[in-house]
């Protein structure tokens, strides 16, 4: 039966078999167009759900739609671009100009983005132009250890994270019995080398904050810092002010380098 089993195993598809298919042979031929009208019944689908539930199931499904618009029309909001007002180039017309036309300045009409709105537009639609755009997956193998506990120990539930971590200033342990996850604090970091793109210079700048790993949503909550994660950094010392004048005081920057390799963690500010 094991032979049998592990006969199976073997011929079974393995790793990323279906995007490797795709590579190598393509899509149907009416995939677009399925894919398109398959879309297009959505809505529809979605508001036979919405009339067809009552009761609290109703609610929650309705809240949840709500959400969902909301979300959208922020979104779109905030990828609509102003219309305004530029002073057009110096330009001499050709032949003469009617006295009332001689002191009218030439105006265009422009769209216009200042720096601060495209920050926060990138920031709300949550996309940023990163230096390391992918990054290699990591086993929870990789991540973790297994911490066994107990007399003879027989529980298996305790897990020690093999990577660098962040943790706040006032951070406080669990009791052992509550501390699933267990961040060594020789592995702990409050500072990276940050570097300035724009001036080529790198700073010893304190963490803030794990704002993204993009491995997971759970070592971003658990603050492990992996290659290609987004930190929050404290920049005020390197005297940055906004196009209004105030002091900025924490800017996104993205690890570089694997910190559990380098025992120091390499960063590029987000610009």
């Known amino acids: 039966g ?46 036979v759900v919405a009339q067809r539930l009552r009761g609290i199931k109703a ?18 909001r905030v990828h609509e671009e102003k219309d305004a007002k530029q002073k057009e180039p110096e330009t001499v017309p050709e032949g003469a100009v009617p006295a009332y036309l ?13 720096n601060m709105i495209k920050q926060k537009r990138k920031e709300k639609a949550g996309k940023w132009q990163v230096p390391i755009p992918k990054v290699k997956a990591m086993t929870e193998d990789e991540m973790f250890k297994i911490q066994r506990s107990g007399l003879r120990k027989k529980k298996a ?3 020690v994270i093999n990577k660098i971590t962040f943790v706040g200033e006032d951070f406080t342990r669990k009791p ?11 592995l702990r970091m409050k500072k990276a ?4 793109p724009e001036l080529k210079t790198t700073f010893c700048l304190d963490i803030v904050s794990v704002k993204k790993n993009p491995q997971s949503h759970m070592y971003t909550s658990l603050g492990v810092i992996t290659k290609g994660t987004i930190l929050e950094v404290n920049v005020s010392e390197l005297g940055l002010v906004t196009q209004t004048g105030k002091v900025v005081w924490a800017k996104y920057a993205q690890v570089t380098n694997n910190p559990e390799m380098d025992g120091c963690i390499n960063a590029v500010l987000l610009v």
Do not use: C
């Open 2 to 47: 094991d032979k049998k089993n592990a006969r199976q195993r073997l011929t079974m598809p393995q790793n990323e078999y279906i995007e490797q298919h795709r590579k190598r042979f393509g899509r149907r031929f009416d995939h677009e167009e399925k894919k398109r009208k398959k879309e297009g019944r959505d809505p529809h689908k979605k508001s």
């Open 59 to 76: 609610k929650l499904y309705n809240r949840k739609r709500f959400v969902e618009k909301a979300e959208m029309k922020k979104t779109l």
């Open 102 to 114: 001689l002191d009218r300045e030439g105006v265009s009409r422009t769209k216009v983005l200042s």
């Open 157 to 159: 539930w305790k897990r």
């Open 176 to 186: 052992p019995k509550f501390e699933r996850f267990i961040r060594p604090s020789g």
């Open 193 to 196: 080398h940050v570097t300035h």
